[in-house]
């Protein structure tokens, strides 16, 4: 059983930073691709970043780009957003997610390129 567990999230001011980190059991991160989505109050969730299996296969959201960097370490099975210069409309539930398939373009930031999906875990920036 596939089961993604995010933690990390909490609240910053903005100009600050977050990582947030997934853990991922009965899942092989290496294998395909997994991303970051997140959902602001009263809004549908969005895709944030994603990385795939293979080398700089790396995406971003332009809102986030410069500014976001996704990570994994397969060794410890894990994913990871480093969040820096946080703004308030960026508050929301973060969530990890992850593929059976492999996807590419544009296809990373839709959720149903994604099989499993962790929790979530809020994330308040404050003015």
């Known amino acids: 059983q596939v089961q993604l567990v995010e933690s990390g999230g909490g609240s910053v001011q903005a100009g600050g930073s977050l990582r947030l980190s997934c853990a991922a059991s009965g899942y092989t991160t290496s294998r395909y691709c997994m991303g970051w989505f997140r959902q602001a109050p009263g809004k549908g969730r ?29 060794a410890k099975n894990s994913l990871y957003l480093k969040m820096d210069s946080l703004k308030p409309e960026e508050t929301a539930i973060y969530y990890c997610a992850a593929s059976r398939a492999l996807y590419y373009g544009d296809y990373l930031f839709q959720e149903f390129a994604y099989a499993y999906w962790g929790q979530g875990t809020q994330v308040t920036v404050s003015s």
């Open 46 to 74: 969005e895709g944030v970043a994603a990385i795939c299996a293979g080398p700089g296969s790396t995406v971003y959201t332009d809102s986030v780009k410069g500014r976001f960097t996704i990570s994994q370490d397969n």
